[in-house]
């Protein structure tokens, strides 16, 4: 059974520019959520989506933004780039969210905002 | 919101010995308490998890124990290796769709493990 996959792994991007991430999770699996890892930071909860709908969202700007598609692949977007932004974002992956469910993370994607 | 305080920062054993990391959790709702290890440039990965109807897993040679009471939880690793060499990160999540908690994971800030030979 596949992981979670993301894409691109590595990008660089210039201030003021957008970025959109792709995130695919397991196979099943109907939860994607979005993290931002940093060294200042740490591992910071932006959003989760679960059958096309946002179901939490954490305290992120409006840049930040997200979306799921039916097949439950999900894309993230960062508008306005800041160099700030540079950061490993991390999606994760889970069957639905009650009670017994294993969130999984892919290997991240790792944007350095120049 | 929920706040996972996590301790020590940093964490040096001799390989063999034991390593204890804890965490404390604010949200007496949360239910759900994984722990993840993070090696450089890499993907958290889950070594454990435990849920708030059980006090205490273990996996060989990883532990969790969880006391809701205190509101904390500790990850224990006998017989170190230098392969555990790594950083930790616990977290807490309410998880329950008739609570709508989904699944947002609140972490600790992370404690790394050193295990010397």
Known sequence: KAGVTQTPRYLIKTRGQQVTLSCSPISGHRSVSWYQQTPGQGLQFLFEYFSE????????????????????????????LELGDSALYLCASSSSGESGNTIYFGEGSWLTVV | ?????????????????????????????????????????????????IRSNVGEKKDQRIAVTLNKTAKHFSLHITETQPEDSAVYFCAASIQGLLTGGGNKLTFGTGTQLKVEL
Not at chain 1, 55 to 80: A, D
Not at chain 2, 29 to 34: C, L, R, T, V
């Open chain 1, 53 to 80: 709908t946002q179901r939490n969202k954490g305290n992120f700007p409006g840049r930040f933004s997200g979306r799921q598609f039916s097949n439950s692949r999900s894309e993230m977007n960062v508008s306005t």
């Open chain 2, 1 to 49: 919101g929920e706040n996972v305080e996590q301790h020590p920062s940093t964490l040096s054993v001799q390989e063999g010995d034991s390593a204890v990391i804890k965490c404390t959790y604010s949200d007496s709702a949360s239910n759900y308490f994984p722990w993840y290890k993070q090696e450089l440039g890499k993907r958290p990965q889950l070594i454990i998890d």
